[in-house]
């Protein structure tokens, strides 16, 4: 008896460790490793865009990664926002040295009532997202301030 139930628990084991190893990271996590620059432009009172600006800062980028690895992505939803965007933010990734740079649109509202976030991505992967209190003040300080 003991040996069968050894051989049950070591045939579990290599089943988890399987399984365990051939799962992959989201495609969310993967693509940030590979984000190298972000343009922002900032939405006027009067609903027109601000002169983008362009955030290449290694360390920079490095907390942007961070921020964006930590939205809640609903990739079906179909969201209607009553005003338009704070911000429009374009993400550069690299994938391959030998092909130009993948562009994702991002629209972000800072909601002011829960210092939540909302954000609107064109990436089907991710579509509708929402960030916490502590990253959304993060993402906000980066992309409001010049």
């Known amino acids: 008896m003991p040996k069968k139930t050894n051989f049950y628990r070591i045939i579990f084991i290599i089943f988890v460790i399987l399984l365990v190893g051939c799962t992959k990271k989201s495609p969310n996590e993967y693509d940030l490793k590979q984000l190298t620059r972000v343009d922002v432009e900032v939405v006027k009172a009067d609903e027109s865009y601000e002169e983008a600006f ?3 800062d290694v360390e920079t980028v ?3 990664r ?3 690895k930590q939205v809640k992505w609903e990739p079906n ?3 209607k926002m009553a005003r338009k965007e704070d911000v429009k933010a374009t993400l550069f990734f690299k994938y391959d040295e030998n092909m130009p740079e993948r562009l994702f649109d991002y629209q972000i509202w800072f909601n002011q009532s829960n210092d939540t976030a909302t ?3 064109n990436n089907v992967k991710e579509g509708l ?3 916490d209190k502590g990253n959304a003040q ?3 300080n980066i992309l409001l301030e010049k």
């Open 129 to 131: 997202g929402t960030l």
């Open 62 to 64: 490095k907390v942007l």
């Open 119 to 121: 954000i609107l991505s």
């Open 77 to 79: 939803a179909e969201p």
């Open 54 to 56: 362009m955030i290449t």
């Open 66 to 68: 961070k921020v964006f």
């Open 138 to 140: 993060i993402l906000e």
